[in-house]
């Protein structure tokens, strides 16, 4: 988790939805949703809060045939919120959500991680453009390894972090031989992920490591926050860390 997708990824999910309904959905009911574990794709967790406002229907990770907008539709109306313009273009004419999007990691994180003899890189359910933005742009990062939304099937499915886990690993395969692999998320797509990837590659030793979203850490969602890291680890979450940069803390207490 390197930023706060609060004002921007979860409030392009608030206005897409208000957008076709009228209703604006509250956190906690986006919390619940990605907390199922199969909504990773903000274009879809959108749809599907839409269907179960029309349906009535709260069941978890099913799909319905509530009269939706066209998906090709629904995403345009999500990325006018988000980019504010043409999300292929240039990121300076760039006026929606996006510009709201704090970063909770600076440059010299990385270099503590590389100081430390890790390698790195990342694994997002976001558009390409806007994880490059912040990857490259925003925190200076020279091509960072990245697996972005189509690269590989959406999460919780492991191909995109497997696939960066033998990239970075050095070894001709995962397994036994292989350094340990950590993911950290803060969704319970995330932490599926890596159980996914164990199922996939069973002597490699892999560490889900997690984080509650950051409009979680406010005095005014601390009633929340727990039950969210409780789910977390439900999920299968190895160490529920309480910000990105202790990642290295939490790393050594689980190797050790």
């Not at 440059?107 to 994880?131: D, K, N, Q, Y």
């Not at 990857?135 to 972005?148: E, H, K, M, T």
């Not at 993911?183 to 797509?189: P, R, S």
């Amino acid at each position: 988790m390197i930023r706060d997708v609060g004002g921007s990824y979860r409030r392009a999910i608030v206005e897409t939805v208000h957008h076709y309904s009228g209703v604006r959905p509250a956190p906690e009911a986006i919390d619940a949703l990605k907390a199922e574990g199969c909504w990773n794709n903000d274009w879809e967790a959108s749809l599907e809060l839409l269907r179960r406002m029309a349906a009535g229907s709260p069941s978890a990770c099913a799909s319905g045939t509530a009269a939706l907008p066209a998906f090709d539709a629904l995403v345009a109306v999500f990325n006018g919120f988000y980019f504010g313009g043409d999300p292929d273009g240039d990121p300076a004419a760039w006026r929606g959500f996006i510009d709201d999007e704090p970063l909770l990691v600076q440059p010299a994180f990385f270099e503590s991680l590389t100081a430390a003899g890790l390698a790195w890189g990342f694994v997002s359910g976001a558009e390409p453009p806007s994880a490059r933005f912040v990857l490259q742009r925003r925190l200076g990062l020279s091509d960072p390894p990245l697996i972005a939304m189509g690269d590989a099937p959406d999460k919780p499915d492991p191909t995109g972090f497997l696939r960066l886990a033998h990239a970075l690993s050095g070894c001709s395969d995962l397994g036994a031989e292989a350094p340990p692999v950590a993911y950290l998320g803060d969704t319970v797509a995330d932490v599926l992920t890596v159980q996914r990837a164990r199922q996939q590659a069973p002597e490699q030793r892999f560490l889900a490591l997690a984080v509650a979203p950051p409009h979680l850490h406010t005095p005014e969602a601390a009633d929340r926050r727990g039950p969210y890291e409780a789910r977390l680890r439900q999920a299968g979450a190895d160490a529920v860390i309480p910000t990105t940069e202790q990642v290295l803390v939490a790393l050594e207490q689980a190797l050790s």
